[in-house]
T-cell receptor, first 118, second 110 residues
């Protein structure tokens, strides 16, 4: 199946700093990438959808100025958590959907990034 | 009412048992259905993808969709301890965002 990577796999930062998370599709071109966050023992919560070369579409309640998303190429999307605070600590997961995916657009997920803000 | 309902469990069964995981949904526009497996602290892994009513089999896994009842199932035969994970159903109306169930935590006991 398609492979999606994320970097870093975990990060610890101080409150007030910014953290960038990268999501790469390794063996296919991802026309659309998604960013999710997941709290312990809960399901995935979609944060935003990004199409290559376009501005991201954020879900209701997600601060676009805090969670900056860039999808500059067909294989790379980045999520930057700006001025991180302890409540931003979570598991962030990206997924990618290729242009040749089926009509239902299977999404392939990265391994996730665990962010801890002190 | 949530668009997708999934019993969160936890579900614990002995090794070798047949496992049945289920989701119901309310949006009749959903046409594409997926099951993901997620191990602790890992990203979800796509297990099954279906778009028509009926059964789809892949090894020990069978996905079943009943659009008339808005009900989907995942069956795991000859369950193994390595199948212990959280199983998430997901569905979409098309090239749109996925809507996930809450996830069912499954433990297979040796």
């Amino acid at each position: 199946g398609a492979v999606v990577s994320q970097h870093p796999s975990w990060v610890i930062c101080k409150s007030g700093t910014s953290v960038k998370i990268e999501c790469r599709s390794l063996d296919f071109q991802a026309t659309t990438m998604f960013w999710y966050r997941q709290f312990p023992k809960q399901s995935l919560m979609l944060m935003a959808t990004s199409n290559e070369g376009s501005k991201a579409t954020y879900e209701q309640g997600v601060e676009k100025d805090k969670f900056l998303i860039n999808h500059a190429s067909l294989t790379l999307s980045t999520l930057t958590v700006t001025s991180a605070h302890p409540e931003d600590s979570s598991f962030y997961i990206c997924s990618a959907r290729g242009g040749t995916s089926g009509a239902g657009g299977e999404q392939f997920f990265g391994p996730g990034t665990r962010l801890t803000v002190l | 009412q949530k668009e997708v309902e999934q019993d969160p469990g936890p579900l614990s069964v002995p090794e070798g048992a047949i496992v049945s995981l289920n989701c119901t949904y309310s949006n009749s526009a959903f046409q594409y259905f997926m099951w993901y497996r997620q191990y602790s602290r890992k990203g979800p892994e796509l297990l099954m993808y279906t778009y028509s009513s009926g059964n789809k089999e892949d090894g020990r896994f069978t996905a079943q969709v009943d659009k008339s009842s808005k009900y989907i199932s995942l069956f795991i035969r000859d369950s193994q301890p390595s199948d212990s994970a959280t199983y998430l159903c997901a569905m979409t109306a098309g090239a749109q965002k996925l809507v996930f169930g809450q996830g069912t935590r499954l433990t297979i006991n040796p």
